[in-house]
C-alpha cells in the first residue's frame, strides 16, 4: 500500500488539464476547458475541466472528480493503480507499505492479469527475433509484409511458438499463477487439467488500451489448415472489453490529435501499413462491427473520422450499420474507396507515403452521397427497392444532430434520389421524433426501476442511497420521530463542511482569560448536530461528516481535496459536484436589497438557517406521519391518545424553530 506522504505528493502534483489531454482533446472555453465526456455518448460537448480547482465535471452524466478520479475510471483503475499510474507520469518515486490480506485479495486479479499480459508480450517478441522457429517461420512473414524493424518494435509484433505449452510452461516456470493465465485467456484449462497454449504456433498482435497497457492479442495462424480459425483474439476478461477497445489506438492519439483526424480501416495489418507509410493516425475495428463504445473511444480525440474500404461490396454494405452510430455521436464522417482489389494494407504497401495519402484527400466522399450511390446501384429501377434505398438514407439523415447539416444532405438526397424535399423533410421528421419518444420512454423505464427507500417491502438499500433512519434519540427532535429523511438539506450541510469547513464562524471570548477563540464553520455544524444528537441518514454524507467529525476530534484540519482524492468514489464525486457548484455560485452575483453578495459573504447567515431548515424538515415529515397514523381506524383509543400527543408536541417544536428562521431571514 502506498503510504500517506507519497500519496499527497500524488495529489500535490497532479494536474488535472495535463492529465485529461493526455486521452482527450479539450477546448479552451473562459478559464476552463471543455470536450465531449469521454464516459458517455454526448453530441454537445458538456465536460469541463478546471485547472483552478484542479477538478472535471460532466453536466451530462454528471461524473466529476480530481486527476485521481479521472485516471481510475478511464482506465478502469483502482485507486492504488491510477496513484501509481501518475506518479510514473511525474516521476515521483512510489514508497508502499505492507498491504493488508483484505487489500491484496481486492487487487490482486486486474494488477496480476495485466502483468501476465505484458509477460506474454515479452515472451512473444523475444520468441520472434530470438529463436530460429520464430525468425524462419514469423519474422519471415512479417518483412514478407513489408514490416521494417522499427514498425515491429513500435506495435510490440511476436510470435507463439508451435509448442503447444511453450508459454504456459515458461510463465509458470517465472512464478506465475496458472489462475491468471487462464482468466487473460493465453492458457486454456480442459477439465481433466491438461493445459495448452491458446495461441500456439500464430504471429502475435498485443492490443493496448489507451494508456499503453497491453490487454489483450490477436494471434494470425501459420499453417493452411483450414479446421483452424484465420484470427483468434483474447477472449472477454477484467481488463479486456472488446466493444469499448479499438487497435492501435495508443500508437495513433497522438497523431490524431496533432491531424484533428481519424482512418478507420478494418484488421490489425491494415493499421500496420498504414501507420508505416506516415498515415499514423489509423485505428481498426479489428474486424467485429464498430460499437458505439469505439467510436466513443475515437471521438475523445478527434470529431474528424474517415473510413477506409476496399473493394468488398458485400462487406460494405455490411458496415453501413456502423456509420449511422457514428453519426449518432455527432462525427462527421467520411468515406475513401480503394480500387479493387486493394485493401489499406496492399495500397499502403505498393504506394509511396505522398502517394498514399494524395489519394485518399483526392477521393474522401461524404458519407451520405456514398451511401446514396452505392445502395443506388443495385436498385436500378425497381420502385420498391428504390423505396427501401430512401428509406435507408433517411434513417442515416435522421442521425445527423445539426439542423443545418440535415437541411443540406436533405436537399441532396433530393437530387440523387429524385424525390421531393418535403416528402423527405416529413420523414426525416417522423424518425427524429420517434428516437426522442424512444429516449423519454428508456429514461421513464430506468426511472421506474428506482426502489423507494421508504417502501417497507423494498429491497435493502444500496451504499450511497438514502436509507431510513433507525430511532434515533434526539433531544429537540423526539424519540417517536422515525423514518424521516431531509436528503435535500443533510446534503446543504455536508456542502458547508466541505466548502466553508475551515472557515472562521465566530469567535467566543473566554470570560475568566479574556482570550479569544475562533470557531470554525466544521466545529460549529458538528456540535449542531452533535448536541441534538441528530444523524446524517444518507450513507455517503454519514461517511463524510463522521470522517470530519474524527479529524476534529483528533485536532486535525481537512478541506475539500481531502475528499477529492477519497479512495471512496462516492466520496470523490459528491465532493468535485459541491466545488464546483460552489465556483459557480460564487461567480454568480445575486440581489439582496441593494447590496450583491455571494456565497462566501452570506455562509455565517446561511449555515443556521440551514441547520434550522433541516430540524424543520424533519418535524414536518414526522407529524405527517403521525397524521397518517390517525386514519387507522383499528387503532386503539389509548394509542390515539399517544399519537394526538406526540402531534402536539411536534407542532410546538416546529413553532419554535420556525420564529427562529423568521429571525435569521430578517436579520
Known sequence: MIDQPTIQRIIETAQILDVVQDFMTLKRRGANYIGCCPFHNEKTPSFSVSPAKNIFKCFGCGVSGSPVSFVMKHENMTYPEALKYLAKKYGIQVVEKELSNEEKAQHEDSESMKIVNTFAQKFFSKTLT????GRMVALSYFQHRGFRPDTIEKFQLGYSPANRQALTNEAIKAGYNIKYLEKTGLTIVKEDGYKFDRFAGRVMFPIHSIAGNVVAFGGRIMTSDKKLAKYVNSPESEVYHKSNVIYGIYQAKNAIVKRDKCYLVEGYCDVISMSQSGVENTVASSGTSLTPGQISVIKRFTNNLTVIYDGDWAGIKASLRGIDLILEQDINVKVVLLPEPEDPDSFAQSHTPT??????????????RFKTRILLKDSQNDPLKRSEVVGSIVVSISKI?????????IKECSKLLDVKEDALYAETGRLIKKQHEDLIKAKFRQSADIVNPADPNAAPPIEGQPIMPNNAETQQVPTFVQNVYAEVEEREIINYLI???NYEYETITDVATGEQNIVTVSTYIIGELMNEDLELKNLVFQKIFEDYKSHLMNGNTIDASYFLNNEDEKIRNLAADL??????????WT??????????????KDIPKTILTYKLKIINMAEKQAIDQLKDRTMPADKQMEVLGQIKQLNEIRKTIAANLDRIIIV
Open 591 to 604: 440581489k439582496r436589497g441593494n447590496t450583491c453578495e455571494t456565497p462566501e459573504m452570506t455562509y455565517k
Open 579 to 588: 466545488t464546483i457548484q460552489k465556483d459557480q455560485l460564487s461567480n454568480i
Open 130 to 133: 530470438e529463436t530460429e522457429e
Open 355 to 368: 502517394e498514399l495519402q494524395q489519394y485518399i484527400d483526392e477521393h474522401e466522399e461524404d458519407f451520405i
Open 499 to 501: 466548502n466553508f469547513g
Open 401 to 409: 444532430n445539426n439542423a443545418v447539416t440535415r437541411s443540406f444532405y
